[in-house]
């Protein structure tokens, strides 16, 4: 199996140290940055605007994995874009015209995510699939960090990866939520490839050792 692509999650991070920890992101040899966009409408917390993304983006050489926990998320699409996002995920909960908000982003010159919370099956997300560069599968309701991963999300990544297998779509399947070194080994299992972690990586000192437990690389 494919060693997973690991993307810690900057909502844990001391957000009064948020260049540090994007340097410790990078430090630890891993390839993907996760930020995530919350709108105290779609999720009860507030986080951060674009105008944070283009401040932390010329520290990092790493992906911008931007994800949106926001309503009307077409509205603020151009801005993560200028910001210097690489991937724009949003939620389908939060969208009507998905497929036209993902043909945006692609105008942009982004990679278009799509994302569902635990009670959005995948069926659902089914006529959009060749469209989506990434499909981010919640396996925590979305709005906080340290929460414990439910297993049966884990599901829809068996089936994203089956589809995928099938219809020979290209999108990258990624997991969010309770991620950590005793949950890891059954979301590795599950087909995902990106790994977001949040809790996990940052409560750990040595962050190349937890990025390379977590990628499976080397064992706990
Ligand atoms: C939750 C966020 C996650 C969060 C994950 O709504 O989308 O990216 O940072 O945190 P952990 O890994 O701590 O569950
Ligand atoms: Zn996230």
Redesign the pocket.
């Known amino acids: 199996m494919k060693v997973p692509i690991l993307a810690p ?4 991070a001391n957000f009064a140290h948020l260049a540090e920890a994007v340097a410790q992101i990078e430090a630890s040899g891993v390839e993907w940055t ?1 930020l ?1 966009v ?1 709108d105290g409408v779609f ?1 009860p917390e507030l986080t951060f605007g674009a105008k944070m993304v283009a401040d932390l983006r010329p520290l990092s050489r790493t992906i911008f994995d931007v ?1 949106l ?1 926001v309503s009307s998320p077409e509205k603020l699409i151009e801005r993560f874009a200028r910001a210097g996002a690489d991937y724009i995920t949003f939620h389908h909960e939060a969208a009507v015209h998905v497929h036209r908000i993902l043909a945006s982003i692609k105008d942009l010159g982004k990679k278009a995510g799509i994302s569902i919370v635990p009670s959005t099956p995948v069926s659902l997300i089914e006529d959009i699939l060749p469209f989506v560069d990434l499909v981010l599968i ?10 414990s ?1 439910i297993p049966q999300c884990l599901e829809k990544v068996k089936t994203l990866y089956r589809l995928r297998e099938e219809k020979g779509y290209s999108y990258l399947i990624s997991v ?5 070194p005793d949950t890891v080994s059954q979301v590795r299992d599950a087909g995902v490839d990106v790994l ?6 940052f409560k750990e000192s040595d962050k190349a050792s937890i990025a390379a437990i977590l990628k499976g690389t080397i064992s706990s």
Do not use: C, I, K, W
């Open positions: 999650s900057l909502l844990a996760h995530d919350m999720v994800h926990m919640m396996t925590v309701n979305p709005g906080y960090g340290g929460q991963l969010d939520g309770g991620v950590n977001v972690a949040g809790e996990a990586f």
